[in-house]
């Protein structure tokens, strides 16, 4: 097929802006990686550094061995591993019983959970409510207000209508309650939808930073996104604590680029291992058939 030459035109144009505007949103992590791993000497020395003479580790080992940096990374950690797995747990067990017809209820059930998609209570009565429960400044708070969304369950929801009732009639003819039928036939079906949703609640659980500086009054309890933000803000490496005397402090600025690569690289490696299912999980409940 003959292609005009205002077609050919458009084409170059096309490539053109959007390789510029892929440059101009890689370039800003790009700097922020290669400036974290350049020598200390160095990174003072230039103006600024878009490929390193020497490589150099001292801004991470000096990050690895103060102990509120350390600690933050094992809050963030707790909040990802734990929050995903409860989000997981009761989004999926919660739109499970939603797609079924026999459950009782369950139309009523669904018009609260779409009035929570509609209306939210607000940053007040949320607080008010954590604060009743007992719940300030305990990781859990951070957990319960962010466990669910009624858009995923909605997703969910719908993506259990796809699978045939007759699994779960054959499960229940061989003995199946509707509990051992969601263990044993509906979930190992739902691996992709497991995988899409468990990649969404882990990187709202890992970049939690609103709810914990709501919530958590003690700064040994922060999130790695809050102490960031305080060693954003801050224009020396004091919010780290005491780090190994014997590790000359670099620059602050490196720090603070050290603390975002750390801070991104364990979504960046977690996204691979879920890849296979998160094209098919993203367009779950899309389509009915």
Request: charged share 10%; glycine share 6%; proline share 6%.
């Amino acid at each position: 097929m003959k292609i005009s030459v205002g077609e050919k035109i458009f084409n170059v144009a096309n490539v053109v802006i959007l390789g510029l505007t892929a440059i101009a949103a890689l370039f800003p992590i790009y700097y922020v990686v290669i400036v974290s791993f350049t020598a200390p000497a160095e990174f003072v020395r230039k103006t600024i550094v878009l490929w390193p003479e020497t490589w150099s580790l001292v801004s991470y080992r000096y990050l690895l061995s103060a102990p509120p940096f350390m600690r933050a990374i094992g809050v963030s950690s707790f909040l990802a591993v734990v929050g995903t797995i409860c989000s997981l747990l009761i989004s999926s067990s919660f739109a499970y019983s939603l797609s079924r017809n026999k459950f009782k209820g369950r139309k009523t059930i669904l018009m609260f959970v779409l009035f929570t998609i509609l209306f939210s209570p607000g940053i007040i009565p949320n607080y008010l409510l954590v604060k009743e429960l007992g719940l300030i400044n305990s990781l859990w708070a951070v957990i319960l207000v962010s466990l669910t969304s009624g858009w995923y369950v909605i997703l969910m929801k719908g993506f259990y209508e796809s699978i045939p009732d007759a699994l779960v009639e054959a499960a229940a003819i061989d003995g199946c309650n509707d509990i051992s039928a969601w263990v044993k036939i509906v979930l190992p079906l739902s691996l992709p939808s497991i995988a899409a949703f468990g990649l969404f609640f882990a990187v709202s659980n890992w970049n939690q930073f609103f709810n914990a500086l709501l919530y958590l009054n003690d700064a040994g309890k922060w999130p790695i996104q809050v102490l960031l933000q305080n060693m954003l803000i801050d224009s020396s490496a004091s919010s780290l604590g005491d780090a190994d005397p014997l590790i000359k402090p670099p620059p602050s600025t490196q720090l603070k680029m050290a603390a975002v690569v750390i801070a991104i690289a364990p979504i960046v490696c977690v996204y691979p291992l879920v890849q296979k299912h998160f094209a098919k999980g993203v367009m779950i409940g899309s389509v009915k058939g």
